[in-house]
Structure formats: structure tokens, C-alpha cells
């Protein structure tokens, strides 16, 4: 009996020793460097399996590009290179005006200046197009496209953006909480799946996001160690960076994450100044970043210089120009918007509800920061009673939230705003602040418990997790009394707010691998089916107009097209790589606009950031903006514009051949395409 017993005993005790024993281990592998830094094995294992998964996607040129729209356009059955998931016609930023002009200068040669609109478009201001330009050399995901196959070289400019957002987000995490691989992985992932991010899901977007956590990662490195390689390695990384998300011009997507970015190095720098080490010792940590910063400056004014007329007109534009955004711009379908979140999953089946116009707009983050400024309140209130004094870092955290609820929500500020460069970013890109925040709040949180065993109780534990119950429910009612159909569509939001309940209970009481882990699967309900998985690019000038209009090109390559009817021909002749007066135009060529509007009457309508399409018409060209970033002119091939500067015309309506011959008459899938000689 009593040796039955002790063996009961030991089994008992087996599974605990085992789970003891495991403990003991990882504590022993995670243990951080005398710097304060991570193990080598824990800061380099995620990047390395990041950086194999993406050369396994390229070297299949496999991408989540939604350019397999054109299939509905030209296709018939289904798409042998659409692997998964469905394209979407909302992305038309990606499929239709970047990927078309990413073909075009493929065609072209990826010369510095894009030769489709007549005068040229200077290639290498926005739009973010390969070439053969030095500039090229800080666009790293655009190099694919110079040095490897089409397909190939789409899967670079899509994966390298995120590849740099993981490991740069990852490696933050770890430096500020560097006993916490498997959180930062989970963490990070759920950031890459995020809404905003999958929606959106450009470099222009995703690249400042990479660089937030490049420059935060930058700061607490050489704040803490002294070896130089790693210093001068994390501060070039973080320059080197700088001028890849400046170049890209678009600084509405910049503004959030540089304001994070300024808010939470001034905590860190904060709670240094406040220890022994001395300002000027501070200082003198700090001097690699300061070089990286002044090297950038120096490569983005040689880049500014060398294309300042660009510049110029670019700035000059009636659209977008040098917009401003007004503080408290949301009312209460905004703060709607904002906590949406949980029932994002609705979106992918093309129901906004009374979020906004379409999906990419309606996308929001699921707020896991602001509902855990709760527990990141009780353990400020708490550091200011422990030795290492109060936390300025997450106290900085706790302020940007504030900044940018009210922001969205609270007028009459705007001179503020402004100073802070808030007024450059929109309410609808400033929510990326917030994902950014998710990934802060957590790491900081993280180095509490691990740094002071700081564990939040049950009731701020518990009251953190009611209000993001509660959230839940307004919007639940608020969908359910306008009768949306977002609620029919999808019933994923239930799981979801289940999931981030249990986040934001499980990261404030410190359970962070549950807490993150919940929160990664919450975010691939909502984020991880956006976009498709694709093979290669849907090349519009595979087709068969797109052959024709190469043979056209090869007998009479100075002749310039209009496109007439939707947004195809526009397309088409964009990829074509031919001199067409069609296309989305960063700044108005001076050239192309003499010849339409020689007398420059209609300058307020065309000098914008614009696609430009033509309809059938009568007369010489007249122009109107159904939408702000939209021109529509008037084609007639009786005009003297048609006899003087046109020599083609490639239609999806059937034009009065009055001053026109028929060249092609070309029909493939839900397409028909009609190719006409101007008569002169």
C-alpha cells in the first residue's frame, strides 16, 4: 500500500517537475545579456523564419496582389493563378494604378522619367515606381522588379515592406522585454493582420510602420549597450529607413507612427536623465542615431535637389497639395468607426454598414491599447512608489492615446495640431496610431512584470476587460437599431470580441503569451482573408487588345492614344507602355495639358494629383471632376486636339467613325474592345 502510494506521488508530480523543469530551461535560454539586451538565439529567431518564408513566396512569385480583378475583364471560369481567397475591386490603389504603372515602365525600360502622358511623369515621386535612378537603392522593394522576373519581382515589393514591419516590430519587443520571444511573435503577427494594415496594404503604409519600431528599437539599443557594431547597426538600420518612408511622400500614413515615435523616445530619454548617467553621457549614446538622421537629411536633399521642379509641382497642385486636417473632425458614427474592430470580418464580404463609403476606408485596428490604459495607469501609479520611479515610457504611451482620441474627437485645438503635424495625417490614417500603440503597450507592460513582477489585480484586470465589453455592445446595439447588415453578413464578431476580451484581461494580469496569442487570433479573423493569394501579375498586355496595341506600337511607335470609356482602355494603354493622354497623373505634365487646354481655362479641374479617363463627346476636350481625384474629359475624333495630337484610340463603346477608321475589333471574356486611326 505505502509503495503504491509513493509511486502515485511521482506520477502526480510528473507533469509539475516536467512543467518546472521547462520553466527553469526557457528561463535560463531567455535570459538577457548584461546590457539588458536579448540572447542572440531570441532576437534572431523570428527574423530568420520571416526572411525564409519571404524568398519561399518570392521565388514563387506568390503575392496577395488583387491585380486577378482583370480576370472578371478578360477571363472566363476560374483563374488558374487565384490560389486562395478573392480579389478585391476596392484595391484599386494597388491593382489598377500602381501595378499598372509598375508594367508600364517594365515596358518602358524603368527609365527616371515614365513616358506614357505626354511631357513625361517624373517616376520617381510617388506612386513608388521602379527605376533605374539611385534613388532606387533606398526603395529596396521595388529592386525586385530591376534585377528579377515581373512576378518575382511584385512578390518583393509586396512581402519586403512587411518582412522589415515584422522584424523591426519583433526586435522592439525584445529589446524592452527580452524574456518574451513567443509574445513579441505573437504580438507582431497580430500587428501584420491588423485591418488598417491588410486594407491598406501598400509600402506606403506599411513602410512607417517598419521604421517606427526601427527608430524606437534604434533608441533603447544604444541607450543600452556599448558595443559599436550593434549601435552604429541598429542606428544605420534606422536612417537607412528614414529615407525609404520619406521618399515615399505620401505623409498622411508617416504622421501617426513619427508622433508615437517622438512620444515614446522622449519617455525613454525621460527616464534616463532622471538615473545617474548624466545629459551629456545621454547625449553621447544617442550620436550614431544623430549621424544616421544628419546622413538621411543629406540623401533626401540630394534627392529633393536633383528633381526640385518635381517637387514644386507636386506642391502646387489644387489636389491634394498642401492639405491641412481640422482637430475633432469625428462625431458619433466616427466614434463608431473607431471601435468597429471586432466586426471588421463583415468588410470582406463588401458590407461597410455605417462605417464608411467602402472597406479600405471603413478598416480600424482592434483597440487593444486603449483599453489597456487602464492596468498601464494602475502600474504608473504604482512606479512612482518603487525605486526605479515613475515610468515615464508608458506614462508617454498613456498621453499618445489621448493625443489621438482627441485629435479625432475634440475640436478647436488646430494651432496645436499643427505644431505636433497632426494636421498632415487625415482621421482616418491617424487610426494607425493606434496599432502602433498595441505593440508599445504591451512590450512595456511586459518589461514591468518581468523587470518588478508587477502584476495588475483582478478588479483592474476585470475592468479593463468590461470596457472592452462594453465597446463591444454600444456598437453591437448601434448596428442592430440602424438594422446593418453587417451583423447578418458575419457573425465572426462574436469570437472576436471574446478574443480581445480575454487580451486585454490576459495582458493586464501579465498572462502575456494567453493575452497576445488571444489577440493574434482575433486579428486573423478580421484581417487575414483581405487579400487574395495570387501567382504572379494579370499583365494586361497579354491580352489579346494589349497585343494588338504592341503591334500597333512597333509599326508606329510615336503615336499617341487616348483611352475611351471605363477605367480598362485606361489601364491597358497605361501597361502598353504607349503615349497616351490616359492614366493617374502625380502632378499635371505641362505638355500634355497645353495641348488639351491650351488656354489653361480649365487649370482649377486638371492641376491634381487625378486618374484621367475620356468619354465620348462632341467638340474639343471639356473637362470635369466627378470626383476630386478624378478627370473626365470629352473625346471627339472630329476635334482639332483628335487630328493634331492623337493617332489612336482604344474604346470600350462604340465611337461615330465620322473622323475614324477601325483598326480592331477584339472581343475575350466579359470584354469588348474597339482599336480606331484618328483620320487626318
Known sequence: ?????????????????????????LTVATAPRASGLPAAWV??????????????????????????????SFGQ?????????????????????QSSWIVSQSQQGFPAVNGTLPGGMD??????????????????????????????GMAVRWWLPMTFLLVAAYAFVVVVAPRRPLTAAALVSALALSPMIQWWFLPTTILPVAWAFAVLTAVVVLLRTRRRMVRWGAAAAAGYLSVTVAMSIYIPYLVPPAVVVVGVTLGLL????????????????????????????????????????????????????????????????????????????????????????????????????LFLVVPAVWSIVRSRRSARGLDWPLVAAVVLVGVFLAFLFVPGWDAVAHLLFLDRTTAARSKLAFDVLNVVFVALLARRRDEDGDRSPWLIALLAGALASAAVLAIWWQLRGEESPVLGTSGAWRLVAVLLVVA??????????????????????????????????????????????????????????????????????????????????????????????????EEQIWNRLANVNWRPGVGEPDAEN????????????????AREHVGYVLSDVALDESCLTTVDDTRQGASRLWIYAVDR
Do not use: K
Request: glycine share 10%.
Open 43 to 72: 532576437l534572431l529567431w523570428f527574423p530568420i523564419v520571416v526572411v525564409l518564408g519571404t524568398v519561399v513566396l518570392v521565388v514563387l512569385g506568390v503575392s496577395g496582389s488583387s491585380t486577378g480583378v482583370w480576370w472578371q
Open 270 to 369: 525621460v527616464t534616463e536623465l532622471r538615473s545617474p548617467r548624466r545629459l551629456r553621457d545621454v547625449l553621447r549614446a544617442l550620436l550614431p542615431l544623430v549621424t544616421a538622421a544628419v546622413g538621411a537629411v543629406v540623401v533626401l536633399g540630394a534627392w529633393v535637389a536633383t528633381r526640385l521642379g518635381t517637387v514644386e509641382a507636386v506642391l502646387g497642385t489644387v489636389y491634394p497639395g498642401q492639405r491641412v486636417e481640422r482637430t475633432g473632425t469625428q462625431g458619433e458614427l466616427g466614434l463608431s468607426a473607431l471601435f468597429s474592430g471586432p466586426f471588421q470580418r463583415a468588410l470582406q464580404g463588401d458590407v461597410t454598414g455605417i462605417f464608411a463609403p467602402n472597406a479600405s476606408e471603413s478598416s480600424a485596428p482592434l483597440l487593444l491599447s
Open 77 to 97: 471560369g476560374a483563374d488558374p493563378d487565384l490560389l486562395a481567397g478573392t480579389p478585391r475591386g476596392i484595391r484599386s490603389d494597388e491593382w489598377l494604378v
Open 1 to 25: 500500500m505505502t509503495t503504491s502510494t509513493t509511486g502515485g506521488s511521482r506520477a502526480a508530480r510528473g507533469p509539475l517537475a516536467l512543467a518546472v523543469g521547462l520553466q527553469t530551461r
Open 504 to 601: 486585454v484581461v490576459a495582458v493586464s494580469r501579465r498572462w502575456l503569451l494567453v493575452g497576445t496569442a488571444s489577440f493574434l487570433a482575433a486579428s486573423f479573423v478580421v484581417g487575414a482573408a483581405v487579400n487574395p493569394v495570387y501567382r504572379g501579375v494579370f499583365d494586361l498586355t497579354e491580352t489579346d487588345a494589349g497585343r494588338q496595341v504592341q503591334e500597333i506600337r512597333r509599326d508606329d511607335p510615336d503615336a499617341a492614344w487616348v483611352g475611351v470609356g471605363s477605367y480598362v482602355p485606361t489601364a491597358l494603354l497605361v501597361e502598353s507602355g504607349v503615349e497616351a493622354y490616359n492614366g493617374v497623373q502625380t502632378y499635371p505634365p505641362e505638355e500634355m495639358w497645353d495641348e488639351i487646354d491650351p488656354d489653361g481655362d
Open 626 to 641: 466627378p470626383q476630386r481625384d478624378q478627370i473626365l474629359l470629352t473625346f471627339d475624333g472630329c476635334s482639332d486636339f
Open 123 to 152: 517616376a520617381t515621386i510617388q506612386n513608388d515606381l521602379p527605376s533605374w535612378d539611385w534613388s532606387s537603392l533606398f526603395r529596396p522593394h521595388v529592386l525586385g522588379f530591376l534585377l528579377l522576373p515581373l512576378e518575382q
